[in-house]
Nanobody, 122 residues
């Protein structure tokens, strides 16, 4: 199993970034996918998730209306479009494969990427 995130970087407040996660080593289309983020000293939090079919998505309240998750099963990738970024979005963002049932996302142990740093600062 391999999940490789990319697209992080330094951006000014109000700017945009697009994160991508390339998956391999498992049947991508069988899994729901998600993005988490973590800042030092805090627990990793769920930012957004998308079901295996792509028909259902969920977002943390703090990012609703600003972030959009999508998946491309032909390329085994999941993306996170982040607009109107705020300094409080600064974190390491991680990709995860898991399950999504009745609106609840459950991460799968061992199905994590190495993370990509997003820094929002002027």
């Amino acid at each position: 199993v391999q999940l490789v995130e990319s697209g992080g970087g330094l951006v000014q407040p109000g700017g945009s970034l697009r994160l991508s996660c390339a998956a391999s080593g498992f049947t991508f289309s069988w899994f729901a996918m998600s993005w988490y983020r973590q800042v030092p000293g805090k627990e990793r939090e769920l930012v957004s998730a998308i079901s295996s079919t792509g028909g259902s998505t969920k977002y943390a309240d703090s990012v609703k209306g600003r972030f959009t998750i999508s998946r491309d099963d032909a390329k085994n990738t999941v993306s996170l479009q982040m607009d109107s970024l705020k300094p409080e979005d600064t974190a390491v963002y991680y990709c995860n494969a898991g399950t999504y049932f009745k609106g609840t996302y459950s991460p799968r142990t061992g199905y994590w990427g190495q993370g990509t740093q997003v820094t929002v600062s002027s």
